[in-house]
């Protein structure tokens, strides 16, 4: 039979081999490919070839008030853009560069 190991822990001899755990913290960075703001918190207006090249091609979309992202999420779950609706319903011209 072989000899139990001797104790490790806080009273432990730190010049005796052992093994010990060590903690590695890091920050996980996100990086932000859009600007903060309205559009985390609307759902937008999109024409709809533009939705259908940004699902093929991952480029981002410009919504009728100008702003601009890579669609992602489900947009009945947010309220809309009151900016989007107003330009939907022929109330202000389409910022998004179309004509």
Known sequence: MSEP????????DPT????????????????????????????HYVRKEKILESALSGEPVTALCGKK???GRNPDK???????????QGLRDPQDGED
Do not use: M, N
């Not at 190991?5 to 432990?12: F, H, I, T, V, Y």
């Open 78 to 88: 947010f309220p809309v853009c009151p900016i989007c609706k107003e330009i939907y």
């Open 5 to 12: 190991l001797p104790p490790s822990g806080p009273d432990a």
């Open 69 to 71: 992202w890579i669609p």
């Open 16 to 43: 005796s081999p052992g093994t010990s755990t060590g903690l590695l913290e890091r920050t996980e960075v996100t990086p932000q490919l859009q600007e903060p703001g309205d559009h985390e918190r609307f759902s």
